[in-house]
């Protein structure tokens, strides 16, 4: 029988060796080699097995060698307490979703983030750190020597953060299968996204998670949306509605109405698309922009320029704002310049911004900016370009390629 959340309690507690972990990492942070710290203490390929989780040092061994690091190990237990219970939470919102207190909760892990390096909970730090961004994604090939070491959670983490597919071949629980989900719809295949994403629904709900579900609803939405399949973009959408308004998820409300005058945008349907943007009190920078590409559609220069300079003091979270100053930028060229299209520098910035959004960026933001690509390209003859284009996005050849 699958267990509840897919790790059992043997999991939590955690094995003595993490000790090595701590060693390698202490030792790489002062940039030692590893003759070096055990010189006079143990033997090299000694080292190697305690660093690898081999082996367990005696304790006058690894006394030392903290010694020699200038650090000390071992943890009041009432700390240690309060360090597990931190990272239960943190992995309690990776697994369930659940957003209660999440902000709280990050900010008590970071501010006891540097103090976990020396305790058992080392690997966990690490791992959450990289999952959450506060760690660059290079950090994970550091972690390649702990695979030993480490418990079906964190390897199921470690295999969400760098194998999707195989986390769910191996650990199937709903919240591999949604991370899996939302990995194969920002690289666009959406297809595939539906089935890890209806699986990770269904199995959800067999466990009564119901943030979860919501969540796999809603991405199942935005993944019939960005096939342009309206019909069951809606679908899902309002039954994602329904469950994020039971449980009082305004963030997740915005995030479909966005989408769903997202899409109206990209698939022609502009008054209802600039009725949305403009009614929303505190807009973003990303959503202002997407109100000047409904007034520029509908013909209402002023309105674009207007919602442009609006966008530069508004607030942005994601995309980041260096992105979306480019987006803005883009639309103001064409508002500004009527022959934009025998413009070489509104075509180096086109290509490039978009150059970058396939590059940084879920599939979808570059397929919402396809028409404009495939207008330059058109222009210029760049028919080979544009054939290209619509290969590597097919979803949307069937209302581009006219």
């Not at 003595?16 to 070096?36: C, F, H, P, V």
């Not at 209402?300 to 942005?316: I, K, M």
């Not at 103001?332 to 509104?346: A, C, I, K, Q």
Request: proline content about 4%; overall charge negative.
């Amino acid at each position: 029988m699958r267990q509840n959340n897919g790790f059992s309690e043997t999991d939590v507690r955690q094995d003595e060796k993490w000790m090595g972990i701590w060693i390698r990492q202490t030792r790489l942070e002062k940039n030692w080699s590893q003759d070096g710290l055990c010189k006079g203490i143990c033997a090299v390929s000694y080292l190697s097995k305690i660093e690898q989780g081999k082996v367990i040092p005696a304790p006058e061994i690894l006394h030392a060698l903290a010694a020699k690091l200038d650090s000390r190990w071992g943890t009041d237990p009432d700390v240690l307490n309060r360090y597990q219970e931190l990272v239960e939470a943190q992995y309690r919102y990776i697994f369930t979703l659940n957003p209660t207190d999440r902000a709280e909760i990050a900010a008590k892990f970071q501010e006891n983030s540097a103090a976990m390096a020396a305790s058992p909970f080392l690997l966990d730090r690490l791992l959450l750190e990289i999952w959450f961004g506060c760690r660059p994604h290079s950090e994970l090939d550091g972690l390649r020597p702990f695979l030993g070491a480490m418990t079906s959670r964190q390897h199921q983490l470690y295999l969400m953060l760098t194998d999707s597919l195989t986390s769910v071949q191996l650990y199937p629980s709903p919240y591999t299968c949604y991370w899996a989900g939302i990995n194969a719809y920002e690289k666009g295949y959406y297809t595939h996204a539906v089935e890890l994403l209806t699986r990770a629904y269904n199995l959800a709900a067999e466990d009564g998670e119901l943030y979860l579900q919501t969540n796999c609803r809603t991405f199942i939405g935005n993944c019939y949306a960005n096939m342009l399949n309206i019909e069951q973009m809606q679908r899902h959408y309002q039954a994602a509605r329904k469950m994020a308004q039971a449980l009082g998820q305004q963030d997740e409300l915005r995030s479909i109405d966005y989408n769903l005058a997202s899409t109206q945008l990209e698939t022609g349907d502009f008054e209802p698309a600039r009725r949305y943007f403009s009614s929303l009190s505190d807009p973003s920078e990303i959503e202002l922009h997407k109100l000047a590409i409904c007034c520029e559609k509908l013909g209402d220069r002023s309105a674009a320029l207007d919602a442009l300079h609006r966008a530069r003091t508004a607030h942005q979270e994601y995309p980041d704002r260096e992105v979306t100053d480019k987006l803005c930028e883009i639309v103001h060229y064409r508002l500004t310049h009527p022959d934009y299209l025998s413009d070489n520098g509104y075509g180096e910035l086109l290509l490039s911004t978009f150059a970058e959004i396939r590059k940084k960026l879920p599939a979808g933001y570059a397929g919402f900016h396809l028409p404009w690509v495939l207008e330059w390209y058109r222009e210029h003859r760049l028919y080979k370009d544009a054939f290209q284009l619509l290969l590597d996005f097919p979803e949307y050849s069937k209302i581009h390629a006219g």
